[in-house]
């Protein structure tokens, strides 16, 4: 049968592709490479930190990994993660379009996502970079070494993210399908167009940020140097100015992601459906003026620290909605629990325990104590890996048999999410008590009372990548062994369900029409 | 169906999920007891408070909606394929009520947050001042009669205290975690804290903003005395009646320990015992064995000469160090000898 996957072969046919679907697979392919490598640094970060003292290490090196691991996770994997792997292949798919508004320039986004990785990785040969991926000022502009190509890298990729949004953007709005009001989008459709908005509004803030560093390092102009006359906090304005809401680009989708979930695995109507679509366009505008709650005690005012307070407080309340929308979901539904649905269950468990910690954040009195300790530690990696990379896991299993018209094994899904799931709470959780015991974050080493806290979080590290790797055997066993996939297994309702399991090559035999609402039955 | 396939592994998982999830809200119950450093200022109590309280509401609420989702992957767990689902598209009145409730519990939170927050940035009156300096990495304190010491921060017990933090180079951050108080330290300015502490004892410093490879080695001590034992502190000259090698241990415990250590192993610098007289090989290709002037130079102007195989980073002490502290501390180098 003809699809996507074999209509052209050969490499070539992959690297210049213009097909949405095999552009989401070559970033599939290159995010899940930079997460294994992110993850084999955050190892040994682990088990450096497994005893008191140097375990596999010195401290120039754990600064370097730190820093790679840092850089990796947030600019190569979960900023393009959601939205260019499932953006590209599934948003064109959910509004019945042929595929995204612009082939060409989504082709170039993966290509300068690439330029951009290759150019942050050139800073390992020349010498490695140990300023953290937040490159504050003025120390990263002392440090002489590779600083300034991952820098540039950083810079490049930004523009893979722009491009991108902006596809998005269009296609939105010019490719739905006859019928399709934006009422009748998918959420997912809804989590991408809100990510696509800020992407394009924040990105740029990040490249001129990342410009004036550049330039600063090579001319010696006075930017954020106060030797030269420069402010450094006002590097940490704009920084943060552009990563909150990078925070929101890894979320937003993700919540899409898990939106869909819940609604085909408990065969319901999603509950709320305006609720959750207008939470998601809320938390994008809010998330724009959010950024001074990383500053709270860098000697900000304490009249602007008042002002990030409460507003960060704001965005609790569209997100504790579609937490209880999710859930009410299942209400009288009809639920099955495959692999898929695991791990919106589990996005829902990690995600309230990152979403309180994330007011205990906000409120200042409190953040004084726990900032830059291992609560903040704990409590980022709660929102980034159970709030993005869970749902991202999940959606690799919802939509495999749809992208490779294979089916995957149960047995192994589910034993990979449970290893996950239980390794990650391990992990992470004792970090909590970490911090409020005064652990500070970016220690390569620490003080005997911390050592108990920091080998049960190593553990848990062993146990996360045992996860991991069985879900990499899963995808592998399923490429070759799995059973071939009907074109609608979960029974959804969305579009992508309604073609041929692998997708044509333009996606739909006949152009679908949208009477009712995506979740209806 | 596909998914009418493993109807009885669903059961199962289900189970096996409830099991886990029951399993990890015990997690925190078990660590609350030790959670903090014990407190050891008035405000420690409040923020404390303020954290068990948001963190025991957190966990009701968290254990509300964990109930109700186990509850429903129970009761609507797929019994066949053709059952029934709702179609409850929306409630209005629900909705309205869960987004009002947590809106006033975020607002309760942060009106919270801010008056303790505002309590603890109101300066005390005639609070006691000391200059605290940052520099990578160790940090150094000067008092208003001109006694400067690196080895601990002093200050008297049940006395409101100032403290006005500038660094010498990048941002540091200034984190007592006993006392529940932290602040940037910037090169470009003065920043400021202020604490009173009700107990005597020591207390962690720690850095906690990332300033490079000692980071986390660049710690110090809140030394917490009575209010006679500090004043006769203060006004005793620190060298009195000193060797010229205990001196320079006591300028060494303050100033270098970040980096170095007394004996042969490496740290960020090089190890000190046995450097004196032996023959240090630079970057430059050339060597010369180390005497009185190389380790006084080293010190002042350690950027001259590099040893291979470390990095150009440490601080210049140049302007930073008395004649006395600087001879003392070159004999104390000289003394330390490998052990055997």
Same mark, same amino acid.
């Given at each position: 049968?003809?699809?996507?996957?074999?209509?052209?072969?050969?490499?070539?046919?992959?690297?210049?592709?213009?097909?949405?679907?095999?552009?989401?697979?070559?970033?599939? @392919?290159?995010?899940?490479?930079?997460?294994?490598?992110?993850?084999?640094?955050?190892?040994?970060?682990?088990?450096?930190?497994?005893?008191?003292?140097?375990?596999?290490?010195?401290?120039?090196?754990?600064?370097?990994?730190?820093?790679?691991?840092?850089?990796?996770?947030?600019?190569?994997?979960?900023?393009?993660?959601? /939205?260019?792997?499932?953006?590209?292949?599934?948003?064109?798919?959910?509004?019945?379009?042929?595929?995204?508004?612009?082939?060409?320039?989504?082709?170039?986004?993966?290509?300068?996502?690439?330029?951009?990785?290759?150019?942050?990785?050139?800073? %390992?040969?020349?010498?490695?970079?140990?300023?953290?991926?937040?490159?504050y000022t003025p120390y990263?502009i002392r440090?002489?070494?590779?600083?300034?190509?991952?820098?540039?890298?950083?810079?490049?990729?930004?523009?893979?993210?722009?491009?991108?949004?902006?596809?998005?953007?269009?296609?939105?709005?010019?490719?739905?399908?006859?019928?399709?009001?934006?009422?009748?989008?998918?959420?997912?459709?809804?989590?991408?167009?809100?990510?696509?908005?800020?992407?394009?509004?924040?990105?740029?803030?990040?490249?001129?940020?990342?410009?004036?560093?550049?330039?600063?390092?090579?001319?010696?102009?006075?930017?954020?140097d106060p030797k030269?006359?420069?402010d450094p906090v006002?590097?940490?304005?704009?920084?943060?100015?552009?990563?909150?809401?990078?925070?929101?680009?890894?979320?937003?989708?993700?919540?899409?992601?898990?939106?869909?979930?819940?609604?085909?695995?408990?065969?319901?109507?999603? @509950?709320?459906?305006?609720?959750?679509?207008?939470?998601?366009?809320?938390?994008?505008?809010?998330? @724009?003026?959010?950024?001074? *709650? *990383?500053?709270?005690?860098s000697g900000?005012?304490?009249?602007?620290?008042?002002?990030?307070?409460?507003?960060?407080?704001?965005?609790?309340?569209?997100?504790?909605?579609?937490?209880?929308?999710?859930?009410?979901?299942?209400?009288?539904?009809?639920?099955?629990?495959?692999? /898929?649905?695991?791990?919106?269950?589990?996005?829902?468990? %990690?995600?309230?325990?990152?979403?309180?910690?994330?007011?205990?954040?906000?409120?200042?009195?409190?953040?004084?104590?726990?900032?830059?300790?291992?609560? %903040?530690?704990?409590?980022?990696?709660?929102?980034?890996?159970?709030?993005?990379?869970?749902?991202?896991?999940?959606?690799? @299993?919802?939509?495999?048999?749809?992208?490779?018209?294979?089916?995957?094994?149960?047995?192994?899904?589910?034993?990979?999410?449970?290893?996950?799931?239980?390794?990650?709470?391990?992990?992470?959780?004792?970090?909590?008590?970490?911090?409020?015991?005064?652990?500070?974050?970016?220690?390569?080493?620490?003080?005997?009372?911390?050592?108990?806290?920091?080998?049960?979080?190593?553990?848990?590290?062993?146990?996360?990548?045992?996860?991991?790797?069985?879900?990499?055997?899963?995808?592998? *066993?399923?490429?070759?062994?799995?059973?071939?996939?009907?074109?609608?297994?979960?029974?959804?309702?969305?579009?992508?369900?309604?073609?041929?399991?692998?997708?044509?090559?333009?996606?739909?035999?006949?152009?679908?029409?949208?009477?009712?609402?995506?979740?209806?039955? | 169906?596909?998914?009418?396939?493993?109807?009885?592994?669903?059961?199962? +998982?289900? +189970?096996?999920?409830?099991?886990?999830?029951?399993?990890?809200?015990?997690?925190?119950?078990?660590?609350?007891?030790?959670?903090?450093?014990?407190?050891?200022?008035?405000?420690?109590?409040?923020?404390?408070?303020?954290?068990?309280?948001?963190?025991?509401?957190?966990?009701?609420?968290?254990?509300?909606?964990?109930?109700?989702?186990?509850?429903?992957?129970?009761?609507?767990?797929?019994?066949?394929?053709?059952?029934?689902?709702?179609?409850?598209?929306?409630?209005?009145?629900?909705?309205?009520?869960?987004?009002?409730?947590?809106?006033?519990?975020?607002?309760?939170?942060?009106?919270?947050?801010?008056?303790?927050?505002?309590?603890?940035?109101?300066?005390?009156?005639?609070?006691?001042?000391?200059h605290v300096y940052g520099q990578m990495w160790n940090w150094d304190y000067v008092?208003?009669?001109?006694?400067?010491?690196?080895?601990?921060?002093?200050?008297?017990?049940? &006395?409101?205290?100032?403290l006005i933090m500038t660094s010498r180079d990048v941002i540091h951050s200034f984190?007592?975690?006993?006392?529940?108080?932290?602040q940037d330290v910037l090169p470009n300015r003065y920043t400021a804290l202020?604490?009173?502490? &009700?107990?005597?004892?020591?207390?962690?410093?720690?850095c906690t903003e990332y300033c490079g490879?000692?980071h986390?080695?660049m710690?110090?001590?809140?030394?917490?005395?009575?209010?006679?034992?500090?004043?006769?502190?203060?006004? +005793?000259?620190?060298?009195?009646?000193?060797?010229?090698?205990?001196?320079?241990?006591?300028?060494?415990?303050?100033?270098? &320990?970040?980096?170095?250590?007394?004996?042969?192993?490496?740290?960020?610098?090089?190890?000190?015992?046995?450097?004196?007289?032996?023959?240090?090989?630079?970057?430059?290709?050339?060597?010369? &064995?180390?005497?009185?002037?190389?380790?006084?130079?080293?010190?002042?102007?350690?950027?001259?000469?590099?040893?291979?195989?470390?990095?150009?980073?440490?601080t210049?002490?140049?302007?930073l160090?008395?004649?006395?502290?600087? +001879?003392?501390?070159?004999?104390?180098?000289?003394?330390?000898?490998?052990?055997?």
């Amino acid at each position: 049968m003809k699809n996507y996957l074999n209509e052209k072969t050969g490499l070539w046919s992959w690297l210049s592709t213009l097909d949405h679907k095999r552009i989401g697979l070559l970033y599939l @392919f290159s995010v899940l490479t930079f997460f294994f490598i992110g993850g084999i640094f955050a190892l040994l970060l682990r088990l450096e930190l497994f005893t008191v003292g140097e375990t596999i290490m010195g401290p120039e090196a754990y600064n370097q990994i730190m820093t790679l691991h840092g850089v990796m996770m947030v600019f190569m994997v979960i900023i393009p993660g959601v /939205p260019a792997i499932f953006g590209n292949f599934f948003l064109p798919l959910q509004i019945g379009a042929k595929d995204v508004a612009f082939p060409r320039l989504n082709l170039l986004s993966w290509y300068l996502l690439m330029t951009g990785a290759l150019v942050a990785i050139v800073s %390992v040969v020349t010498g490695g970079v140990d300023t953290g991926w937040t490159f504050y000022t003025p120390y990263s502009i002392r440090t002489d070494n590779g600083t300034i190509w991952v820098v540039v890298g950083a810079f490049i990729m930004g523009f893979s993210s722009i491009l991108t949004g902006l596809n998005f953007i269009v296609t939105v709005h010019k490719l739905r399908a006859p019928g399709m009001g934006f009422f009748k989008m998918p959420l997912f459709v809804w989590g991408i167009y809100s990510t696509a908005v800020i992407q394009v509004l924040a990105t740029p803030v990040l490249a001129i940020t990342l410009l004036l560093l550049t330039l600063e390092r090579m001319f010696g102009i006075g930017i954020f140097d106060p030797k030269l006359g420069g402010d450094p906090v006002l590097f940490q304005h704009f920084f943060w100015f552009y990563s909150h809401p990078a925070v929101y680009i890894m979320i937003l989708p993700a919540m899409g992601i898990v939106s869909e979930l819940m609604a085909t695995f408990s065969r319901n109507n999603i @509950f709320g459906y305006k609720a959750i679509a207008f939470s998601s366009v809320g938390i994008a505008l809010v998330s @724009f003026f959010v950024w001074g *709650h *990383h500053m709270f005690v860098s000697g900000q005012s304490d009249a602007a620290n008042f002002l990030f307070s409460i507003i960060t407080m704001l965005v609790g309340v569209p997100t504790a909605i579609k937490v209880f929308n999710w859930v009410s979901t299942m209400y009288k539904g009809s639920l099955s629990f495959e692999t /898929p649905f695991l791990y919106a269950l589990g996005f829902i468990f %990690v995600f309230l325990i990152g979403g309180m910690t994330g007011i205990v954040l906000a409120t200042l009195a409190l953040d004084v104590h726990v900032h830059d300790t291992y609560y %903040v530690v704990a409590h980022f990696h709660y929102v980034m890996v159970g709030g993005t990379l869970f749902p991202l896991v999940g959606a690799i @299993f919802y939509w495999f048999p749809k992208m490779f018209g294979k089916m995957y094994s149960e047995l192994l899904g589910r034993t990979a999410f449970a290893l996950i799931f239980l390794g990650f709470n391990v992990t992470f959780f004792p970090l909590f008590f970490a911090g409020t015991q005064g652990m500070p974050r970016r220690y390569y080493d620490y003080i005997k009372p911390y050592e108990t806290l920091n080998q049960i979080s190593t553990v848990g590290s062993w146990l996360i990548s045992a996860g991991f790797l069985l879900v990499l055997i899963a995808i592998i *066993h399923s490429l070759l062994k799995g059973k071939k996939a009907p074109d609608n297994p979960w029974d959804g309702r969305t579009l992508e369900w309604q073609t041929q399991s692998p997708p044509i090559h333009e996606n739909f035999e006949k152009q679908p029409e949208v009477t009712r609402g995506p979740y209806e039955r | 169906m596909f998914a009418h396939s493993c109807m009885g592994a669903n059961k199962k +998982t289900g +189970t096996a999920m409830i099991y886990i999830f029951i399993f990890l809200l015990l997690l925190p119950l078990s660590a609350f007891s030790s959670a903090f450093p014990s407190p050891a200022t008035p405000i420690s109590t409040e923020v404390d408070q303020m954290y068990y309280f948001i963190h025991v509401l957190s966990l009701g609420c968290g254990l509300l909606i964990v109930g109700a989702f186990i509850l429903f992957a129970v009761l609507y767990r797929r019994k066949n394929n053709s059952q029934a689902t709702a179609t409850v598209h929306h409630n209005a009145w629900l909705e309205w009520t869960w987004s009002i409730i947590p809106f006033f519990i975020f607002m309760f939170m942060f009106a919270w947050g801010w008056l303790v927050y505002d309590k603890m940035r109101t300066p005390y009156k005639n609070a006691l001042e000391i200059h605290v300096y940052g520099q990578m990495w160790n940090w150094d304190y000067v008092y208003k009669n001109g006694r400067k010491t690196a080895e601990a921060l002093y200050v008297p017990v049940n &006395t409101p205290v100032k403290l006005i933090m500038t660094s010498r180079d990048v941002i540091h951050s200034f984190y007592v975690p006993a006392f529940r108080i932290k602040q940037d330290v910037l090169p470009n300015r003065y920043t400021a804290l202020w604490f009173k502490a &009700t107990r005597k004892g020591l207390f962690n410093i720690f850095c906690t903003e990332y300033c490079g490879t000692g980071h986390y080695s660049m710690l110090s001590k809140v030394h917490v005395m009575s209010l006679e034992d500090w004043e006769k502190w203060i006004s +005793t000259d620190p060298y009195e009646g000193l060797s010229m090698v205990e001196i320079g241990q006591k300028v060494f415990r303050g100033r270098c &320990t970040a980096c170095h250590q007394t004996t042969t192993q490496k740290m960020i610098g090089p190890g000190l015992a046995g450097i004196f007289g032996s023959v240090r090989h630079f970057e430059e290709q050339d060597s010369l &064995t180390a005497d009185e002037n190389y380790i006084r130079e080293s010190i002042l102007n350690p950027s001259v000469r590099i040893v291979k195989d470390f990095p150009d980073q440490m601080t210049p002490f140049a302007g930073l160090l008395q004649e006395e502290e600087m +001879t003392g501390l070159v004999e104390y180098i000289k003394s330390l000898k490998p052990e055997k």
